[in-house]
């Protein structure tokens, strides 16, 4: 009996210590099942079609969109593009002087623009597409585009040597001139200094419409043109 009962203690501890690996196994069989993979960043190959430095100019973000990591070819004429973790602020200003033009190899695929940002420390931001972007720092307004005037020319323009002296802080506009000379569309440039004095070089009669009085413009030197009522001559 004392044999039976020493058997059965035995066996009772060993149950235990078998079982007890199967527990561990089964938990690391059940968690690595729910463990997803890592989905690879995509990569796209572009031809480089252009690249640009331009003069340093303030960009904020329309919304929270992507930037993308940019790796060059050694030669240049290829660009690898994947999108980067870290998404656009829209809390921030970003700056930028490099701009570069990449084209897919997609049939009719558009040529696209990326900016090389920076954020206000100076340091590189990432690329991101320039529709994402608008221009000003975070909080400007978009200056309105200035409104131009269509002129019908009564004269020929003629050349002149007057020396003027503007009256007011009246406007002077850039003119571009149709090819056959009988319109031109002034486009506002800056307002004159009153009391200025000024050299002219042109002259023009125009008028803003059929029924309007056809009045003098006058070119300014690094100025504009102008309508001559915004001066007198100078003394």
């Not at 690996?21 to 480089?48: E, G, H, R, S």
């Not at 004429?77 to 980067?84: D, G, L, Y």
């Not at 090819?179 to 200094?193: I, S, V």
């Amino acid at each position: 009996m004392k044999k039976i009962n020493a058997l059965i203690a035995t066996a009772a501890l060993a149950l235990p210590l078998a079982a007890a690996p199967l527990a561990p196994a089964t938990t690391l069989i059940a968690n690595a099942a729910t463990v997803k993979k890592a989905t690879p960043a995509t990569t796209t190959t572009y031809t480089l079609k252009k690249a640009t430095s331009i003069k340093k100019t303030a960009y904020h973000a329309k919304k929270a969109g992507d930037k993308y990591k940019i790796e060059f070819a050694a030669d240049r004429a290829t660009a690898k593009v994947s999108k980067s973790k870290t998404k656009l602020s829209t809390k921030k200003t970003y700056t930028t002087s490099k701009t570069i033009e990449l084209l897919s190899n997609k049939k009719g695929a558009k040529e696209v623009k990326y900016l090389h940002l920076k954020n206000d420390k100076g340091e590189f931001a990432g690329w991101v597409k320039a529709s994402e972007m608008t221009k000003g720092a975070l909080g400007s307004k978009t200056p309105a585009k200035a409104k131009a005037t269509k002129l019908t020319l009564t004269k020929k323009a003629k050349t002149i040597k007057k020396a003027y002296t503007a009256t007011k802080k009246g406007e002077f506009a850039k003119a571009v001139f149709a090819k056959d000379g009988k319109t031109a569309t002034l486009t506002k440039a800056g307002t004159l200094t009153s009391g200025k004095k000024y050299d002219a070089t042109k002259s023009i009669y125009a008028k803003t419409s059929t029924k309007a009085t056809a009045h003098e413009y006058v070119l300014l030197k690094d100025a504009g043109w102008t309508l001559a009522t915004n001066l007198k001559a100078a003394k």
